[in-house]
T-cell receptor, first 116, second 109 residues
Framework: EAQVTQNPRYLITVTGKKLTVTCSQNMNHEYMSWYRQDPGLGLRQIYYSMNVEVTDKGDVPEGYKVSRKEKRNFPLILESPSPNQTSLYFC???????????????FGSGTQLSVL | EDQVTQSPEALRLQEGESSSLNCSYTVSGLRGLFWYRQDPGKGPEFLFTLYSAGEEKEKERLKATLTKKESFLHITAPKPEDSATYLCAVSERNTPLVFGKGTRLSVIA
């Protein structure tokens, strides 16, 4: 089954404790992206990747890191989490990304992160 | 100023009561307008892409339309299973999608 898989589904941590949220897709998509979703603010892009070893900042990159060493994986790293990073996070992928006008995103099921 | 504005924020309908959701946008050079459905606790799921003014697309009880400044998602005779948050997103050339904040739809039996 074609899908985007995120782990963990729920995560509670404390301020300053490094964490990684994993994302994997099995559709051979070149484009992958991370979003956060907050009440009243909607979906905001954190980072995206057009291909292996190619990453770029989205609208809200501060406090986050990503890497794209393999095509299928795109982990989100919080080196020193803070309470304002408490949010619902989504990973998404598409075949080629916004260079193609008909690109639609496939989303994972989300990771609910709470930073205490 | 938000590039994508959705209204209303929330809509409550009786089963069978048709209505429309609105998505207005201010981007220039629109390449595509997308509608997604999001169920509680899940990721958004793609519904439609519209490319040019006058275009329409349908899927079951949903019909999406596009003008030069806005898009409508018409829901005909909705059922409780249509309850969800509906997200609109717009694409400009070579830029990531910009999402609206969504309309939360509740359909009561």
């Amino acid at each position: 089954e074609a899908q985007v898989t995120q782990n963990p589904r729920y995560l509670i941590t404390v301020t300053g404790k490094k964490l990684t949220v994993t994302c994997s897709q099995n559709m051979n998509h070149e484009y992958m992206s991370w979003y956060r979703q907050d009440p009243g603010l909607g979906l905001r892009q954190i980072y995206y990747s057009m291909n292996v070893e190619v990453t770029d900042k989205g609208d809200v990159p501060e406090g986050y890191k990503v890497s794209r060493k393999e095509k299928r994986n795109f982990p989100l790293i919080l080196e020193s989490p803070s309470p304002n990073q408490t949010s619902l996070y989504f990973c998404a992928s598409s075949p080629y990304g916004p260079t193609q006008p008909n690109e639609k995103l496939f989303f994972g099921s989300g990771t609910q992160l709470s930073v205490l | 100023e938000d590039q994508v504005t959705q209204s209303p924020e929330a809509l409550r309908l009786q089963e069978g009561e048709s209505s429309s959701l609105n998505c207005s946008y201010t981007v220039s050079g629109l390449r595509g307008l997308f509608w997604y459905r999001q169920d509680p606790g899940k990721g958004p799921e793609f519904l439609f892409t519209l490319y040019s003014a006058g275009e329409e697309k349908e899927k079951e009880r949903l019909k999406a339309t596009l003008t030069k400044k806005e898009s409508f998602l018409h829901i005909t005779a909705p059922k409780p299973e249509d309850s969800a948050t509906y997200l609109c997103a717009v694409s400009e050339r070579n830029t990531p999608l910009v999402f609206g904040k969504g309309t939360r739809l509740s359909v009561i039996a």
